[in-house]
């Protein structure tokens, strides 16, 4: 069955201060990547994807992610956040057997100004 | 494009009692998803339909949760009888995902923050 491995569930930064939070997933075949945003009181937003080709996927708001196949990874970061990027973030794969979306436990992350 | 629309947002029920949650995915997605997200942790799947066809459904209490997806686009998910621990967030979700797009993303709705008291 797939998993994904969130390492943090908290992170507090200054802003201007560098991002970058682990993902790990479990599934030996093909696979999407993503990051969803929770902004606080509202819905989950995409942040970035990954399908296929350059490992390295730009989302918006300044965030990329890698897609480290050989380590089942895919990091998200920033490289200067901003009290606006104060949200909950949570990393999903979906295997390409059955389609099914699977999410990590989310990590919380609080930028003070 | 109108995104995935959830009904009610709250709800607050005693324990033993039942509940109705509502989704109408956006137009021509073929996947539609329901996630449960208790305080504090990430959505965990509940049941996933392909069209009008379960496509999982291995982690929904079947005891007590149901879901229907009749004619293939709006979605009802039932808690008959409600217990404490079913209060969460429960979200709807969709995605064009048919056999030759499969990767697609997933939009979300607002939810539907279900209180059990």
């Known amino acids: 069955a797939q998993s994904v491995s969130q390492h943090n569930h908290h992170v507090i930064l200054s802003e201007a201060a560098s991002l970058e939070l682990g993902c790990n997933y479990s599934y030996g075949g093909t696979v999407n990547l993503f990051w969803y945003v929770q902004y606080p009181g509202q819905h989950l937003q995409l942040l970035l994807k990954?399908?296929?080709?350059?490992?390295l996927v730009k989302g918006i708001k300044g965030f990329e992610a890698e897609f480290i196949k050989s380590k089942f990874s895919f990091n998200l970061r920033k490289p200067s956040v901003q009290w606006s990027d104060t949200a909950e973030y949570f990393c999903a794969v979906r295997g390409a057997a059955g389609n099914k979306l699977t999410f990590g436990g989310g990590t919380r992350v609080l930028v003070k100004p | 494009e109108a995104g995935v629309a959830q009904s009610p947002r709250y709800k607050i029920i005693e324990k033993r009692q039942s509940v109705a949650f509502w989704c109408n995915p956006i137009?021509?997605?073929?996947?539609l998803y329901w996630y449960q997200q208790i305080l504090g942790q990430g959505p965990k799947l509940l049941i996933q339909?392909?069209?009008?066809?379960?496509?999982?459904d291995s982690q929904l209490p079947k005891d007590r949760f149901s879901a229907e997806r009749l004619k293939g686009v709006d979605s009802t998910l039932k808690i008959q009888p409600a217990k404490l621990e079913d209060s969460a967030v429960y979200l709807c979700?969709?995605?064009?995902?048919?056999?030759?797009?499969?990767?697609?993303?997933?939009?979300f709705g607002q939810g539907t923050r279900l209180t059990v008291v």
């Open positions: 990954y399908f296929s080709g350059d490992p």
């Open positions: 979700a969709s995605s064009l995902g048919t056999g030759n797009s499969w990767d697609t993303e997933a939009f």
């Open positions: 137009s021509g997605h073929a996947t």
């Open positions: 339909f392909q069209n009008n066809g379960v496509v999982d």
